[in-house]
């Protein structure tokens, strides 16, 4: 492909690119072998192209392996979460301005401007990317009179602000870095009149120009004729919000603090339901990025994460997609009122008369139509969009308070579950997450040990194992969002199974009949998928818990296999 550009060694007007990543340009291939050194390590296969409806994307410019690196990139900000909702907003445990780690506000403060710190040598504290810039314009503002009321501390020392001072103070030491973030996405025209808007007005922009930007800035038009921190009114303020809202990444930190960083390229990469790439982050190295292919990607193909839940029902995705990243997606699955036929969003039809159920389904004529209407696939009952909301807040609440219980019991998810029954197609993303939460329980409560189990029980679990997997084979097929799901309902799948089989061998024993392996070494199946979708988990507590759990039943399978050839 030929596009002029300047050669990356001498300068001149050219017309050849890297055929690879298509980002650099030489003037002959003399001068591309002379820069290769330098240039490999940063030659990407993927180049970023614009379309109207998309705005920038990113596509691949060459053929990507499944599972292979595609680019990594530090962040160009990192900071605090930046969007909190009020019961966060209230907890007196407060991200280290200088690197994250949990402390409690109103403990320890920075020597300088007194925001919360881990330690006065914390690295982060001098770090301009971090809290080194920063500090000089916290410490301008009136010092909080009563430090013993949490209320006054936590309006005081808002994390939540923090994020968009970095932003507007990546133009003071970080030109080219302040460029490209200006350059991102920030829907701001789509935003003014919306409840985020307003409320990035009262918690963010309000309060940094009251308290610090405003006062900066007219005590240095005052003595140098300028203001220090350009572009920093409202409008400019609102449009870093927007940035940050379209296209900042949750990073989780294992400490449990999730924080939010903006990236060069991987903001780039468009959304899909059925994206085929992931990313993960290096916590060590000041949250690195890797973008990693989730399967084969053919040269051409655009890039896609995927910016929202993948458990979600479509008309849930469709809501947060539009109120967050103003678009609506096209991909099939938001495209199908079945999902893949999946009929994870699907309700059960109560029937024309209330006694008589017709046994048929419930699915949204138009998934994206906030005004469409229900129809059941087996009689004439057509229902509002309305109702259908009214029905599912009322149930994920009732679902919520159950899951965020401390000791959810196996009762307790069972009887829920039967009762949602009567309103939810049994594969509805409701159903879904209780289920989930029980086949963990079968097997570990109290009173439902493996042994405690009937048979009855561990075929129901291997039922319901069976039916969830077949639901995230159809969505996540690569398992590149839902590994940690996958792999989990396949570890448990594997743990009924040998308890049921055990159980088999030891009633073949006593009966002196043939026992047949092959529930077994489909056991050893489900381990082997398991270890390898649990792979992209292992910097997370949680998948590292069952990676460990993988492993401890793999020895424990071979020796059972051991065990029965004697
Ligand atoms: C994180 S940004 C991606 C980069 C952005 N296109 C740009 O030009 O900076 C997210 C925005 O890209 C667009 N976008 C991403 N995925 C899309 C999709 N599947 N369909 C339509 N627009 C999409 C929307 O405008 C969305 O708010």
Redesign the pocket.
């Known amino acids: 492909m030929e596009t002029s550009g300047k050669c990356a060694v001498c300068d001149a007007e050219c017309k050849l690119k890297c055929t690879a990543c298509k980002c650099v340009s030489y003037c002959g291939i003399e001068h591309q072998k002379k820069d290769w050194k330098t240039h490999k390590l940063e030659c990407r296969p993927l180049e970023i192209a614009?379309s109207d409806?998309?705005?920038?994307?990113v596509r691949a410019s060459r053929d990507i392996k499944a599972k292979s690196v595609i680019f990594t990139e530090a962040p160009l900000i990192a900071g605090p979460k930046w969007c909190m909702d009020d019961y966060e907003r209230q907890e007196p445990i407060f991200p280290c301005v200088g690197c994250f780690r949990p402390v409690r506000i109103g403990d320890l403060g920075c020597p300088k401007c007194n925001w919360p710190i881990c330690s006065p040598t914390c690295e982060g504290l001098e770090n301009p990317q971090f809290h080194g810039l920063e500090c000089a314009v916290l410490r301008t503002a009136r010092p909080i009179q009563d430090k013993s009321n949490i209320k006054s501390l936590l309006d005081h020392y808002r994390s939540e602000a923090l994020l968009t001072l970095r932003c507007v103070l990546l133009q003071l030491k970080y030109p080219q870095k302040w460029k490209q973030l200006l350059?991102?996405?920030s829907?701001e025209e789509d935003r003014k009149g919306t409840k985020y808007f307003e409320e990035a007005e009262q918690r963010i922009v309000s309060y940094l120009k009251a308290n610090y930007l405003d006062k900066i800035n007219a005590e240095s038009l005052k003595t140098e004729g300028r203001n220090l921190i350009p572009n920093c009114e409202s409008k400019d303020l609102h449009r870093l919000c927007g940035i940050m809202e379209?296209?900042a990444l949750n990073v989780n930190l294992p400490t449990g603090v999730e924080i939010c960083a903006l990236y060069p390229t991987a903001?780039?990469?468009?959304?899909?339901c059925m994206p085929n790439c992931f990313y993960t982050f290096d916590f060590t190295k000041h949250y690195k990025i890797t973008m990693i292919a989730g399967r084969d990607i053919k040269k051409g193909e655009n890039l896609?994460i995927m910016?929202t839940h993948m458990l979600w029902g479509t008309q849930m995705r469709h809501e947060h997609?539009m109120t967050?990243?103003?678009?609506?997606?096209?991909?099939p699955r938001c495209a199908d009122p079945t999902e893949l036929g999946t009929y994870i969003s699907a309700l059960k039809c109560i029937g024309p008369e209330e006694e008589i159920a017709c046994g048929g389904t419930l699915l949204p004529k138009d998934p994206h139509d906030d005004d469409t209407e229900w129809f059941c696939d087996k009689c004439p009952v057509r229902i509002a969009n309305n109702q259908v909301k009214f029905l599912l807040s009322n149930i994920e609440e009732e679902v919520d308070a159950l899951m965020f219980e401390r000791e959810t019991t196996v009762k307790q998810l069972e009887d829920l579950i039967e009762k949602l029954k009567q309103f939810l197609h049994p594969n509805h993303f409701h159903i879904f997450s209780l289920k989930h939460s029980l086949i963990q329980r079968y097997g570990t409560q109290i009173g439902y040990s493996s042994a405690e189990l009937s048979e009855e029980m561990l075929k129901r679990k291997i039922d319901m194992c069976n039916e969830l997997l077949s639901i995230v084979d159809v969505i996540d097929p690569y398992a590149i969002r839902l590994s940690l799901y996958t792999g989990i309902i396949l570890y448990e799948l594997q743990l009924a199974t040998v308890e049921y089989e055990k159980r088999k061998i030891t009633a073949a024993k006593e009966n002196n009949e043939p026992y047949d392996y092959e529930e077994l070494y489909n056991a050893e199946g489900y381990l082997r998928r398991a270890k390898c979708v649990l792979e992209n988990n292992v910097d997370i507590p949680q998948g590292k818990k069952f990676i460990e759990a993988v492993v401890r039943s793999s020895e424990n399978l071979e020796t059972l296999f051991e065990q029965i050839k004697l």
């Open positions: 614009h409806e998309l705005g920038r994307y350059e991102l996405e829907h379209v296209n903001c780039l990469l468009e959304h899909s896609s910016y997609l967050n990243k103003y678009f609506v997606c096209k991909c």
